[in-house]
C-alpha cells in the first residue's frame, strides 16, 4: 500500500521550479521531483552533461619485442555473463544481480561495435558455454529412440555425475533456449562475411556435434538453428571471395540482374553487398565495372530498376580524376513503379580523393539527379590498432565526409539531388553508412547512420520521425533499433524496424516469422539495459518488412495469410510470453507483399492491448514515393490514416496509463486479460501441442457501473473510477468448453488505486454478480487504501491572517474567505463565523466541508474508509 503525505521542499536559493512528476504520482527514494532554473546559478556548483567522443580503454599488453601494442579484452568483459550462463546450463538459476534470463545474459556478450578482440573473447565464451551443453547433453541424447528409461542402466558414472548431470538435464528447455539464442547471435551478431576473426575449431566442432543431434528428444530447435549456422560459416573468408570474383569475372553483364537476385536456398544466405564491395577497386576494369553494378542492384532489391550502366564519357571521366567508375540508373520505389528516378553513383578508392573531387567533379548530363551515392572502396580507421586511434580515425572521416558534402552542395543543388549516401568499405569488417538530405542543409542524418541507403525508407522512418524524435540505440545494415520519444514528451517506445529480402512462400511463412520475431527479440533483449534507457520502462514496438512478395499468392490468399502471422505470434506467445513479458513488447507488426500483378502490400498487427489478437490492413500507396497513404481493416473496411496506425487512440492512452502503472512498480489492470491469454495458451501448448490451441481461449466482457447497476460497457481505458471487472470466458485444458470467472482489479493509474465511495460500489456490485451466479471472483488488488484528497476549489480562495504580516515565522492567527468569495461556492461548503477587520467582512474558516463542489465527488475523506473492517 503506498502511503499519502503532503510535506514542503524548501530551497536554499531562488530559482524557477519545473515539476518533472504529476499530482497524485507514487513516488520512491532517489525519484526527480522537479528541476530548478536558479535566478542567480553562479551561487552553486552544477554538472553538466559531457558531450563529444569519449573513449574507455583498457591498458594494453605489449607482445615482446614490438613498439606498439594492441587491447586485449578483458575476461570481466564476459566472465561475470559466462559464468552466470555456465551455472543455468548446469541447471541452477541465477543469482541476485546476474541478468535473469540465460537469453539475456547471452545478449550481454555479443556487444554491438566490438572490435575482432573483443569477438575472438565472445567466440571462446560461446566454445565453453556449447562444450558445457554438450557434455551435460550428449549421454541422454544418446538414449533418444527407445532406451529413455534406461538411464541408471546404461549410466557408467559415479552417482553424483549422474545427479549432476540429471539437474542440467532437468533445465533443457532453458538449456536449449540459451544455446539456440548463442547460435542466432553467433549468425546475426559476427557478420562472418566481413570479420577477420576466423571461427575457432574446437566452436565449429561443438556446432558440428549441435548439427549431429537427435530430431527427438527436445533437441529440434538446436539442430536445425546448427546446420543453417554452418551452412553460413562453413567456407574461410578468402574461399567465398575467390567464389564471388570467379561470378563476377563469368558472368555477363545482362545477367546481373539475375545474378543480384540469387539466393542459396540450401546455405540460406545471399553473398553478402560487404564481400562485393570488396571489389569496387579491383585490378581489373571489367571486374570494378560488375561489382559497381551488382552492387547497385543488390542494394535496391524490393525497388524497380529500369536501366543500369557505367558512365564512360570523356567529358565526365577526364572532369572527375578522382573517380574510378561512374554509375548511372533509373530506378522506382516499391509501389511506386510509374514513378521513375534516377540515382548516380561515383566510385573512390580511398579518402583522400575527397580534396581532388571537391576541386574537380563532372556529373552526367542527364537531367535531374535524385540521390547520389559514394563509393569509397577503401577507408581504414586503424583496423588492428588500438580504441582510441580508431575512434579518431572514425572521428576524422566523419568530419572530412561532412566538409565534402558541404564544399559540394551548391553542385547538389544544381541538379535538385535529394540525398547523398556515403558507403566506406573497411578491411576485415563491415562497411561504414552515411546519409545526408537537402532538406537538413546537407548536413549528416545521424538517426540513419550505419543504415545501408534503402533501409530507412523500407522500415518507414521518416513515417515514425513526423511523431517521434529518435535516439539510436544500434544500427545495423538491414535493421534499426532506437528509442522513440514522442512530440509531446509523453510517451516513449523502443522501435525495433528491419527489413528482410529472403523469399518465403505460403509453406515457410509462419516457420520465418517465427525466426525473425525470436532474432527481433535477442535484438531488444541486448538492449534492455542501456545506459541510454536508464531506469525507463518504455514498451517495444517490432515491425519487419518482408520486401519480396509472398510467392504464388493472390488476393485469396489474404486470410491464409492472417491466419499464418496470427499462428507465428501464437506460438511465440505460448513458448515465449514471459520473455515477451519481461521486453515490455507491446506491438508486432510485419509488412508483407501478395504476389499479384501489381504487388499488393498488407499490413499485419498484433498488439497486447488486443490480447495479441491479428488484424490485416490492406495499404495504399503514394504513387510517386511508394509511402504508405491509408490502411484499410480487411475485416471491418475501416479506414485509418498513417498517424492513427502509428498511434491508435486506444494504444496510445493505454501506453500512457502502462507507463505510470509501471512506474509504480506493478501492472496495468487492462493488461490482465491478455496476461491470461498468454498463461491459457502455455497450459494449452503443455497439454495438446502448440498447433492444437483452440481459438478465443479469453472472451472478456467489461462491466461498468451506471446508476445502480453494472452493464456490459467497453471502456478502453477511459474509466474513471478505479475499479474495473470483467465477466471472463475462460477455455482451459479442463474445460475446454469454458467457464466464468467474475475478474475485479484496481486501476492504480486512477488517484494512485485508492478507495472512494465509488469504488466500493463497484466491488461490491460485482462480488454480488459472483455469488449470484455462483462464479469465482478473482480480485487482483493493487491499490493505496482509503482516498485522503483537499477541496481544490478552496485552495485559491482561502486567505491566511498572519500573526506579523511582515514576518511569516510567527504563524497566522486563522484561516478565512473573503465575502464575494464566499458568496460563489454552493451551500454546505464551509462552515464558518463572520468578523470584521478594518472595515473588511471576514468569514472564519470553522470547518471545510466541500459538499457539491466537483473535486469532492467520490469522496475524499474517512466516508471511505466506510468499506474497510
Same mark, same amino acid.
Given at each position: 500500500?503506498?502511503?499519502?503525505?503532503?510535506? =514542503?521542499?524548501?530551497?536554499?536559493?531562488?530559482?524557477?521550479?519545473?515539476?518533472?512528476?504529476?499530482?497524485?504520482?507514487?513516488?520512491?527514494?532517489?525519484?526527480?521531483?522537479?528541476?530548478?532554473?536558479?535566478?542567480?546559478?553562479?551561487?552553486?556548483?552544477? $554538472?553538466?552533461?559531457?558531450?563529444?567522443?569519449?573513449?574507455?580503454?583498457?591498458?594494453?599488453?605489449?607482445?615482446?619485442?614490438?613498439?606498439?601494442?594492441?587491447?586485449?579484452?578483458?575476461?570481466?568483459?564476459?566472465?561475470?555473463?559466462?559464468?552466470?550462463?555456465?551455472?543455468?546450463?548446469?541447471?541452477?538459476?541465477?543469482?541476485?544481480?546476474?541478468?535473469?534470463?540465460?537469453?539475456?545474459?547471452?545478449?550481454?556478450?555479443?556487444?554491438?561495435?566490438?572490435?575482432?578482440?573483443?569477438?575472438?573473447?565472445?567466440?571462446?565464451?560461446?566454445?565453453?558455454?556449447?562444450?558445457?551443453?554438450?557434455?551435460?547433453?550428449?549421454?541422454?541424447?544418446?538414449?533418444?529412440?527407445?532406451?529413455?528409461?534406461?538411464?541408471?542402466?546404461?549410466?557408467?558414472?559415479?552417482?553424483?555425475?549422474?545427479?549432476?548431470?540429471?539437474?542440467?538435464?532437468?533445465?533443457?528447455?532453458?538449456?536449449?533456449?540459451?544455446? *539456440?539464442?548463442?547460435?542466432?547471435?553467433?549468425?546475426?551478431?559476427?557478420?562472418?562475411?566481413?570479420?577477420? $576473426?576466423?571461427?575457432?575449431?574446437?566452436?565449429?566442432?561443438?556446432?558440428?556435434?549441435?548439427?549431429?543431434?537427435?530430431?527427438?528428444?527436445?533437441?529440434?530447435?538446436?539442430?536445425? *538453428?546448427?546446420?543453417?549456422?554452418?551452412?553460413? %560459416?562453413?567456407?574461410?573468408?578468402?574461399?567465398?571471395?575467390?567464389?564471388?570474383?570467379?561470378?563476377?569475372?563469368?558472368?555477363?553483364?545482362?545477367?546481373?540482374?539475375?545474378? /543480384?537476385?540469387?539466393?542459396?536456398?540450401?546455405?540460406?544466405?545471399?553473398?553478402?553487398?560487404?564481400?562485393?564491395?570488396?571489389?569496387?577497386?579491383?585490378?581489373?576494369?571489367?571486374?570494378?565495372?560488375?561489382?559497381?553494378?551488382?552492387?547497385?542492384?543488390?542494394?535496391?532489391?524490393?525497388?524497380? %530498376?529500369?536501366?543500369?550502366?557505367? %558512365?564512360?564519357?570523356?567529358?565526365?571521366?577526364?572532369?572527375?580524376?578522382?573517380?574510378?567508375?561512374?554509375?548511372?540508373?533509373?530506378?522506382?520505389?516499391?509501389? *511506386?513503379?510509374?514513378?521513375?528516378?534516377?540515382?548516380?553513383?561515383?566510385?573512390?578508392?580511398?579518402?583522400?580523393?575527397?580534396?581532388?573531387?571537391?576541386?574537380?567533379?563532372?556529373?552526367?548530363?542527364?537531367?535531374?539527379?535524385?540521390?547520389?551515392?559514394?563509393?569509397?572502396?577503401?577507408?581504414?580507421?586503424?583496423?588492428?590498432?588500438?580504441?582510441?586511434?580508431?575512434?579518431?580515425?572514425?572521428?576524422?572521416?566523419? =568530419?572530412?565526409?561532412?566538409?565534402?558534402?558541404?564544399?559540394?552542395?551548391?553542385?547538389?543543388?544544381?541538379?535538385?539531388?535529394?540525398?547523398?549516401?556515403?558507403?566506406?568499405?573497411?578491411?576485415?569488417?563491415?562497411?561504414?553508412?552515411?546519409?545526408?538530405?537537402?532538406?537538413?542543409?546537407?548536413?549528416?542524418?545521424?538517426?540513419?547512420?550505419?543504415?545501408? /541507403?534503402?533501409?530507412?525508407?523500407?522500415?518507414?522512418?521518416?513515417?515514425?520521425?513526423?511523431?517521434? =524524435?529518435?535516439?539510436?540505440?544500434?544500427?545495423?545494415?538491414?535493421?534499426?533499433?532506437?528509442?522513440?520519444?514522442?512530440?509531446?514528451?509523453?510517451?516513449?517506445?523502443?522501435?525495433?524496424?528491419?527489413?528482410?529480402?529472403?523469399?518465403?512462400?505460403?509453406?515457410?511463412?509462419?516457420?520465418?516469422?517465427?525466426?525473425?520475431?525470436?532474432?527481433?527479440?535477442?535484438?531488444?533483449?541486448?538492449?534492455?539495459?542501456?545506459?541510454?534507457?536508464?531506469?525507463?520502462?518504455?514498451?517495444?514496438?517490432?515491425?519487419?518488412?518482408?520486401?519480396?512478395?509472398?510467392?504464388?499468392?493472390?488476393?485469396?490468399?489474404?486470410?491464409?495469410?492472417?491466419?499464418?502471422?496470427?499462428? +507465428?505470434?501464437?506460438?511465440?506467445?505460448?513458448?515465449?510470453?514471459?520473455?515477451?513479458?519481461?521486453?515490455r513488447i507491446a506491438r508486432i507488426e510485419f509488412k508483407v507483399w501478395m504476389a499479384t500483378t501489381t504487388p499488393t502490400p498488407v499490413r499485419l498487427v498484433a498488439s497486447s492491448s488486443l490480447a495479441w489478437e491479428v488484424k490485416a490492413f490492406q495499404e495504399t500507396l503514394d504513387e510517386r514515393t511508394g509511402c504508405p497513404l491509408s490502411f484499410k481493416d480487411v475485416d471491418s473496411s475501416e479506414v485509418f490514416d498513417s498517424m492513427q496506425m502509428l498511434r491508435p487512440p486506444v494504444e496510445t492512452l493505454r501506453g500512457t496509463k502502462r507507463g505510470i502503472a509501471r512506474a509504480a512498480g506493478s501492472t496495468y489492470i487492462y493488461d490482465f486479460p491478455a496476461l491470461i491469454r498468454i498463461s491459457l495458451m502455455k497450459l494449452w501448448s503443455k497439454a495438446v501441442g502448440v498447433e492444437q490451441i483452440p481459438s478465443q481461449l479469453v472472451v472478456a466482457r467489461e462491466l461498468a457501473?451506471?446508476?445502480?447497476?453494472? $452493464?456490459?460497457?467497453?471502456?478502453?481505458?477511459?474509466?474513471?473510477?478505479?475499479?474495473?471487472?470483467?465477466?471472463?470466458?475462460?477455455?482451459?485444458?479442463?474445460?475446454?468448453?469454458?467457464?466464468?470467472?467474475?475478474?475485479?482489479?484496481?486501476?492504480?493509474?486512477?488517484?494512485?488505486?485508492?478507495?472512494?465511495?465509488?469504488?466500493?460500489?463497484?466491488?461490491?456490485?460485482?462480488?454480488?454478480?459472483?455469488?449470484?451466479?455462483?462464479?469465482?471472483?478473482?480480485?487482483?488488488?493493487?491499490?493505496?487504501? +482509503?482516498?485522503?484528497?483537499?477541496?481544490?476549489?478552496?485552495?485559491?480562495?482561502?486567505?491566511?491572517?498572519?500573526?506579523?504580516?511582515?514576518?511569516?515565522?510567527?504563524?497566522?492567527?486563522?484561516?478565512?474567505?473573503?465575502?464575494?468569495?464566499?458568496?460563489?461556492?454552493?451551500?454546505? =461548503? $464551509?462552515?464558518?463565523?463572520?468578523?470584521?477587520?478594518?472595515?473588511?467582512?471576514?468569514?472564519?474558516?470553522?470547518?471545510?466541508?466541500?459538499?457539491?463542489?466537483?473535486?469532492?465527488?467520490?469522496?475524499?475523506?474517512?466516508?471511505?474508509?466506510?468499506?474497510?473492517?
Amino acid at each position: 500500500e503506498a502511503m499519502k503525505m503532503i510535506m =514542503s521542499l524548501r530551497a536554499a536559493n531562488a530559482g524557477r521550479i519545473h515539476q518533472t512528476l504529476g499530482a497524485g504520482a507514487i513516488v520512491a527514494a532517489g525519484d526527480l521531483l522537479a528541476t530548478m532554473d536558479l535566478a542567480d546559478p553562479s551561487k552553486v556548483q552544477t $554538472v553538466r552533461p559531457f558531450s563529444g567522443p569519449f573513449v574507455l580503454s583498457r591498458q594494453p599488453e605489449a607482445e615482446p619485442g614490438s613498439d606498439d601494442a594492441t587491447t586485449r579484452p578483458s575476461d570481466d568483459d564476459v566472465g561475470a555473463s559466462s559464468r552466470a550462463l555456465e551455472a543455468a546450463l548446469s541447471g541452477y538459476r541465477p543469482a541476485p544481480g546476474l541478468p535473469d534470463s540465460g537469453v539475456g545474459a547471452v545478449q550481454q556478450l555479443f556487444q554491438p561495435g566490438a572490435g575482432d578482440a573483443e569477438l575472438a573473447s565472445a567466440l571462446k565464451a560461446a566454445g565453453s558455454l556449447m562444450a558445457t551443453f554438450l557434455d551435460n547433453e550428449r549421454f541422454f541424447a544418446g538414449l533418444v529412440g527407445g532406451d529413455e528409461t534406461q538411464i541408471i542402466k546404461r549410466f557408467t558414472g559415479d552417482p553424483e555425475e549422474l545427479l549432476a548431470k540429471l539437474l542440467a538435464h532437468d533445465a533443457l528447455p532453458e538449456s536449449t533456449e540459451i544455446i *539456440a539464442s548463442l547460435l542466432r547471435s553467433l549468425s546475426s551478431s559476427l557478420a562472418f562475411e566481413s570479420s577477420g $576473426v576466423a571461427l575457432p575449431d574446437d566452436l565449429r566442432g561443438h556446432i558440428t556435434e549441435l548439427e549431429d543431434l537427435p530430431d527427438a528428444g527436445g533437441y529440434g530447435q538446436l539442430k536445425l *538453428a546448427a546446420h543453417r549456422l554452418m551452412l553460413e %560459416v562453413n567456407k574461410p573468408l578468402n574461399q567465398r571471395r575467390g567464389e564471388v570474383r570467379s561470378l563476377l569475372v563469368d558472368t555477363a553483364r545482362k545477367d546481373l540482374p539475375k545474378l /543480384a537476385d540469387a539466393y542459396d536456398a540450401e546455405r540460406r544466405v545471399y553473398f553478402g553487398l560487404d564481400l562485393i564491395s570488396s571489389f569496387l577497386s579491383d585490378d581489373d576494369h571489367s571486374v570494378r565495372v560488375k561489382a559497381a553494378e551488382l552492387y547497385v542492384l543488390r542494394m535496391l532489391r524490393g525497388y524497380t %530498376v529500369h536501366d543500369i550502366d557505367t %558512365v564512360e564519357s570523356k567529358e565526365v571521366v577526364d572532369g572527375t580524376p578522382a573517380a574510378i567508375l561512374h554509375v548511372l540508373w533509373t530506378f522506382s520505389a516499391p509501389g *511506386a513503379p510509374a514513378c521513375k528516378r534516377t540515382g548516380y553513383a561515383v566510385v573512390l578508392r580511398d579518402v583522400t580523393a575527397y580534396e581532388s573531387l571537391k576541386g574537380s567533379w563532372a556529373m552526367p548530363a542527364t537531367g535531374e539527379i535524385d540521390e547520389i551515392h559514394l563509393f569509397v572502396a577503401s577507408a581504414s580507421t586503424g583496423e588492428g590498432g588500438r580504441l582510441e586511434k580508431r575512434e579518431e580515425g572514425k572521428q576524422q572521416i566523419l =568530419s572530412s565526409t561532412a566538409n565534402l558534402v558541404s564544399a559540394i552542395a551548391p553542385r547538389l543543388d544544381g541538379k535538385k539531388c535529394k540525398s547523398v549516401h556515403v558507403m566506406l568499405a573497411h578491411f576485415g569488417r563491415a562497411p561504414s553508412h552515411l546519409h545526408y538530405h537537402s532538406a537538413s542543409g546537407w548536413k549528416e542524418i545521424c538517426e540513419y547512420r550505419g543504415m545501408r /541507403a534503402t533501409l530507412p525508407h523500407l522500415i518507414e522512418l521518416a513515417h515514425i520521425q513526423r511523431e517521434f =524524435s529518435l535516439c539510436p540505440l544500434q544500427h545495423g545494415r538491414v535493421f534499426a533499433l532506437d528509442l522513440g520519444t514522442a512530440r509531446d514528451q509523453k510517451t516513449e517506445v523502443v522501435f525495433a524496424r528491419g527489413a528482410t529480402h529472403i523469399r518465403t512462400g505460403l509453406d515457410s511463412f509462419e516457420d520465418k516469422a517465427v525466426e525473425d520475431l525470436l532474432t527481433s527479440f535477442d535484438i531488444i533483449e541486448r538492449f534492455l539495459h542501456s545506459p541510454a534507457l536508464g531506469k525507463k520502462q518504455p514498451p517495444a514496438h517490432i515491425f519487419l518488412h518482408v520486401v519480396p512478395p509472398i510467392a504464388s499468392t493472390t488476393d485469396r490468399d489474404l486470410s491464409y495469410v492472417q491466419l499464418l502471422f496470427a499462428s +507465428a505470434v501464437q506460438r511465440c506467445v505460448a513458448v515465449y510470453g514471459s520473455r515477451i513479458l519481461k521486453l515490455r513488447i507491446a506491438r508486432i507488426e510485419f509488412k508483407v507483399w501478395m504476389a499479384t500483378t501489381t504487388p499488393t502490400p498488407v499490413r499485419l498487427v498484433a498488439s497486447s492491448s488486443l490480447a495479441w489478437e491479428v488484424k490485416a490492413f490492406q495499404e495504399t500507396l503514394d504513387e510517386r514515393t511508394g509511402c504508405p497513404l491509408s490502411f484499410k481493416d480487411v475485416d471491418s473496411s475501416e479506414v485509418f490514416d498513417s498517424m492513427q496506425m502509428l498511434r491508435p487512440p486506444v494504444e496510445t492512452l493505454r501506453g500512457t496509463k502502462r507507463g505510470i502503472a509501471r512506474a509504480a512498480g506493478s501492472t496495468y489492470i487492462y493488461d490482465f486479460p491478455a496476461l491470461i491469454r498468454i498463461s491459457l495458451m502455455k497450459l494449452w501448448s503443455k497439454a495438446v501441442g502448440v498447433e492444437q490451441i483452440p481459438s478465443q481461449l479469453v472472451v472478456a466482457r467489461e462491466l461498468a457501473l451506471e446508476g445502480d447497476e453494472l $452493464v456490459e460497457k467497453e471502456q478502453e481505458g477511459k474509466n474513471s473510477v478505479g475499479m474495473v471487472v470483467w465477466l471472463l470466458t475462460l477455455k482451459t485444458p479442463e474445460y475446454p468448453s469454458g467457464r466464468e470467472v467474475v475478474l475485479i482489479g484496481n486501476d492504480v493509474t486512477v488517484k494512485a488505486g485508492s478507495f472512494g465511495l465509488a469504488e466500493d460500489e463497484v466491488f461490491q456490485k460485482a462480488s454480488a454478480l459472483a455469488r449470484a451466479r455462483g462464479l469465482p471472483r478473482v480480485y487482483i488488488a493493487c491499490n493505496s487504501g +482509503a482516498r485522503l484528497g483537499t477541496v481544490e476549489e478552496l485552495k485559491s480562495l482561502v486567505q491566511i491572517a498572519w500573526a506579523d504580516p511582515a514576518d511569516s515565522t510567527k504563524g497566522f492567527d486563522y484561516l478565512y474567505l473573503r465575502e464575494a468569495d464566499l458568496a460563489s461556492l454552493p451551500p454546505d =461548503s $464551509v462552515r464558518s463565523h463572520p468578523v470584521s477587520v478594518g472595515g473588511e467582512t471576514r468569514h472564519v474558516l470553522d470547518a471545510i466541508l466541500g459538499l457539491n463542489l466537483p473535486s469532492t465527488k467520490g469522496g475524499i475523506g474517512v466516508e471511505n474508509l466506510q468499506g474497510s473492517g
